[in-house]
């Protein structure tokens, strides 16, 4: 990927990340609280993509991005651990919603997570910023 495609990439998915948490909102608004949880879930997800891709950082899994987004940005301290703990919080409850029979989230539990997931939207612009700048 050359820099330019890089640099579309990244703005894609970062669109892409803030567009899947407003439709996080209006399922939880509609009371849906797995639909909730799976595109919060993908709303990081995407901006955590666009980090790595920033950085030159390529992944094929969703597992091989939550490795590489804890291993160069969370165990250096770049971003705080506690966002490291809410994607892997995220990763779990999306697979828990999608694939476990017989489950719902509390629309109550999914109702505290918005505020930290802008939050962690928020820091990721912020952090593709530095990098950029730093390239």
Do not use: C
Request: glycine share 4%; net charge neutral; hydrophobic share 45%.
């Amino acid at each position: 990927m050359n820099l330019e495609e890089r640099k579309h990439y990244v703005e894609y998915r970062m669109h892409s990340a803030f567009q899947t948490f407003e439709a996080a909102k209006v399922l939880a608004e509609k009371g849906f609280a797995n639909s909730a949880i799976n595109r919060l879930y993908y709303a990081v997800f995407y901006a955590v993509n666009a980090l790595l891709v920033s950085n030159k950082i390529i992944t094929f899994s969703h597992s091989g991005a939550k490795h590489q987004f804890s291993l160069h940005f969370i165990k250096s301290k770049k971003i705080d651990s506690k966002f490291g703990k809410l994607f892997g919080e995220l990763f779990d409850w999306r697979q828990k919603g999608d694939y476990d029979s017989l489950f719902d989230f509390d629309i109550a539990l999914v109702n505290t997570l918005f505020e930290p997931v802008k939050d962690f939207l928020n820091i990721i612009e912020k952090e593709i910023i530095l990098s950029n700048d730093n390239n």
